[in-house]
Structures are given as C-alpha cells and as structure tokens.
C-alpha cells in the first residue's frame, strides 16, 4: 500500500488533474490519494471569511466565482454517469457555506470553530471531484476518520483512535482510496484543520496509520533543494536525506513540507518521496532512515529565514547566577513565544536569541517584567534588540565527522565581507546556525553554496565584441546550443556584454 499526496497547485487546474490521474494510474498495487484544496482556494475562503465578518459585501462576489469555478472544474473532470450528482454535491456545499457567512456577517463573529468549517469545504470540494474524475475511486471523509481535539486552526491528532479508524474504514479489496487532506474532526464531530499546509500531515498520518510501503508528496519543486532556488540560481534537487536532516530543512525556509508530517512517518521508518508533479520524470528526494550519500560534500542543504530580531539580555547580574536562563525562557514560554535560536558566550554575561519580529515587543515586555528589579532598580541587565537580520542554516549528518566545516562556512562570508553577528550549532552537528544582516542574505547563501557544493556544471562568462557576420553567427549558435551545451557538455555559457563599435550592452545580474 502507497499513500500519495497532491497539493494545490498540483491540482490547481482540470488538465493538471488529468496528468495527476495519469500518475495515480501507473502505480502498481493499491493506494490511498490525499488531496489539498485547488490552488488558491483555501487563502480565498479565508479572504471571503475576513470579509463578511466585517460586513463587507464583497464577499459574496468572491464566494459566486468561486462556486462558479468549483462548477467548472466538476463538470470538465467528472465521469458522465455520476456528473448530475457530483454538481448537486457541490452546490450543496456552497449553499451551506452561504448560509455559515450570513451568519458570520450578521453576527459579527468569526470563530476559529466557525473558520475551520469554512475552510474545510475547500478540501471537501476538491476530494469529491478528483475522486469522481478517477476511475472506480472510494471517496472517505476524512472527518469521520481523522480525530482531534477542539484546538481549531491547528488541532492535534489523537493518532491511537484515528489509527485505528482508518484501518477499519480501508478494504482489503478497495485499491483506490481517496481522501481530503487537511481536514479532521473532534470527538463530537465538529470540523476541525490541521493547520495551513495540512494536506501534507494528512497523508503521513494515514501513511503510518496503514504501515504503508512509501509516502510519495507530489508537489511543485524537484524536491528538497539544496538553498532555495528563487536566491540560488545553481540550487539543484537533493537526491536523499535522513529524517533528522529533513526536519533541519523543513523547519527553516523550504517550504517544501509542512514540518509535523514528518513525525509519524519517521517514528515507523516509512520512506517519503518528495517529487514534482510537473516533472514526474525526475527522482525528487527521498527521506528515509539510511540515505545513501551520493553527494560528495558533507553538508545537505542550506536553508534560511528571511526576517529574524535578535534579542539580547546582558549584564553583570547575571554572570554566574544559576536559573537566569530558565527565568528567562519561562517568562517567554507563559507568553507562548516561540524561539528561533538560542546562544550564550561561556562568560554567561549575555544570552542571545532569535524571534520572529512580531513577537519582539510581547518578548522585551515580558523579560522587562521577569527581570524588573535587575534591569530598572540595580541597573545590572539591560535588553538590546537588533532588527533586520536574516538566519542561514547549513544541515547534514555527515559534518559531524567532518573538521572544517565551520571554517569553510566563515572563510566563503569573510571573504564576501559579510560579518557574522551570532551562530548557533548544536552539539548533534547536524546543522550550523548564522545571523546576518538581511541585506546580505542573497549574497551569502550564494557563496555558501559555492563554497560547498560543486556546481553540476562549469560556468563561461562572455562579452562580445563586434557583432558583424562573425559575431553574430557566434551569437546564433550560443543561442541555439545553449541547452545542448548545458546538458552535454555541462557548460554554462552566460553572454555578459556585446558591444559595437557605438553601442555596449551590459547584463548587470
Ligand atoms: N489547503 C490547505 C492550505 O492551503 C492545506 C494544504 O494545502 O496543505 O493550507
Ligand atoms: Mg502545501
């Protein structure tokens, strides 16, 4: 048994759907199909939400076209014997929603219970009509398998009894199950969401619930990336990793799972497969618990949080004094703070850690209250706070046993000019902590990267002068060959400039 997911954009159109059925069809043996709501549709029912709370009417505009979409896509993917019914379903659900967002709007009042149902209908949606666009496919409502507590927005599953469920609810014989990602419910039945980006968990829920063979998260990139390729031009697919390193990477900026999936299927060893539904050509990423290290260099993946505060607590108050760290985070903890990075110099004259910048003033509220007497009467701690800064993250297993690491990470900033303002590394060595200025950000993750990966390709930098019969055949022929070139011969030739003998133009990237 195979569990598959897809996300949004995977299914964000009817024709994408129909290439999602085609990958659905060449699995083998039997598999359960999770799916997220179709593109988009999950921000707009929030957006059509936010509105009518505030009793803007625009909501029911955006509320039409959105039902008229649902429609659109229902009846182009939908098989004719159940066509009529699967478009009463959707306008049922539609009409439920109309009436949840009058109540919304005339009360004034939008719950988290209330949101969770709202939002809810989006995978509702989209299960019912993939699973009517595939053939001899059992549609389970993922609500009466999937349980959790009343935590709405965000809800934690109670895995015995959801375990439990879905084994009962799955055939032996049904070779073809397909569920909503994203959505559960409470023991009383009420709606509830597992949290934006969802539909991924939902799968590794069922996946460890079912034991399955494999995990397969067909999504929009190749994979887990060795930086984010929107910084990193060179940024290439990382073949495998352990679960310990997707865990470092998903935590950070690559978005490319939702980090709580990561649990169940880690805790039963089931392999997870991160492929790109636009490309299912290529291999993607496979986390499982013994990666093969195809890749030469000892770290995996470099990954970073664009906007970080840092936060400092310093003083003489504080210099060998036991429990001013957990006075600290305690006082951060009761105001559900969550930190990004922690570091502390062994003179325990300072204790440095990072923030998300919203949570910067309820933090300085909370130490300046916690330390009161220490900051206002006896003048010994005082809080600085640094803004605009940015953490980069280089993680693998294989720096544990590899000197060097840190030196190559410090030489390819210092060599940028880019300073340091703090790090972090655990003792696990598994991942390598920076802060530094935003600015910086681009720069540094491109030369960290050169700094440790070898390029899979060999880059030509040209410039062009005189663009008579020669130089302008050459131009041709670069132009021409220069896929051929790439994929062949690994060479990347990059025109920089071309002049005449009047006029120079210049790239500047
Ligand atoms: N539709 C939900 C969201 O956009 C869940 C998911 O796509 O994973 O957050
Ligand atoms: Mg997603």
Redesign the pocket.
């Known amino acids: 048994m195979k569990v598959l997911k897809f ?2 954009s995977s299914v964000g159109t009817p024709d994408r759907i129909k290439g999602v059925k085609k990958i659905i069809d060449a699995v083998k043996g039997p598999c359960v199909v999770i799916v ?2 179709f593109e988009g ?3 707009s029912l929030k957006k059509i939400s936010e509105l009518a709370v505030v009793r803007n009417e625009e909501y029911k505009t955006l509320l039409e076209e959105s039902l008229i979409m649902h429609r659109s896509f229902a009846d182009e993917l939908a098989g004719e014997a159940d066509k009529a019914e699967v478009l009463s379903v959707v306008n049922l659900i539609f009409s439920e929603l109309r009436y949840t967002l009058e109540g919304v709007f005339l009360l004034r009042d939008l719950s988290r219970h209330v949101l969770d149902q709202i ?1 809810s209908t ?2 509702r949606l989209s299960s019912l009509i993939i699973a009517s666009h595939l053939e001899h496919a059992r549609l389970i409502d993922s609500r009466e398998v999937i349980k959790t507590d009343d935590n709405f927005g965000n809800a934690n599953v109670d895995y015995e009894t959801t375990a439990m469920l879905i084994r009962k609810s799955l055939d032996q014989d049904d070779r073809r199950v397909i569920m909503a ?2 959505i559960a419910s409470t023991a009383n039945d009420e709606t509830t ?10 799968a590794a829920i069922v996946a460890a619930a079912l034991n399955a063979e494999a995990l397969e998260i067909w999504t929009d990139t190749d994979g887990f990336m060795t930086a984010d390729p929107k910084k990193v031009e060179k940024a290439y697919a990382i073949e495998c990793l352990s679960y310990q390193e997707a865990i470092e990477l998903s935590h950070f900026g690559a978005k490319v799972i ?1 980090t709580p999936t990561l649990r169940p299927v880690y805790r039963q060893q089931i392999p997870v497969f991160v492929r790109n539904s636009f490309k299912p050509e290529e291999k993607g990423t496979i986390i499982s618990s013994n990666p093969e290290n195809g890749n030469k260099s000892p770290i995996k993946g470099i990954s970073s949080i664009d906007h970080i505060d840092l936060v400092t607590l310093q003083g003489t108050a504080m210099v060998g004094v036991a429990g001013t760290s957990m006075r600290l985070f305690g006082a951060l903890a009761r105001h559900n703070i969550s930190i990004v990075l922690i570091t502390q110099a062994s003179s325990e004259y300072s204790i440095t850690f990072a923030l998300n910048p919203p949570d910067t003033k309820l933090a300085v509220t909370a130490i300046t209250s916690e330390f009161e007497k220490e900051i206002k009467y006896s003048r010994e701690l005082n809080v600085l706070i640094e803004k605009d800064l940015s953490i980069i993250a280089i993680v693998g297993e294989k720096m544990k046993n590899t000197p060097g690491i840190s030196a190559t990470l410090f030489k390819s900033l210092s060599r940028n000019g880019i300073s340091v303002i703090a790090t972090a590394q655990g003792s696990s060595e598994l991942n390598i902590s920076v802060v530094i200025r935003n600015e910086n950000l681009g720069r540094a993750l491109n030369v960290i990267h050169d700094g440790f990966f070898l390029s899979k390709y060999k880059e030509m930098h040209i410039c062009i002068a005189g663009i008579g019969f020669v130089g302008s055949s050459l131009l041709k022929q670069l132009h021409k060959q220069h896929e051929i070139l790439l994929r062949d011969h690994k060479l990347k030739v990059n025109l920089l400039g071309v002049a005449n003998s009047r006029k120079m133009l210049v790239s500047r990237k």
């Open positions: 996300g949004g997220s709501a549709v999950t921000d939002l989006g995978e990602g994203f969401t597992l949290g934006r980006g969802g539909s991924d968990y939902t939702y």
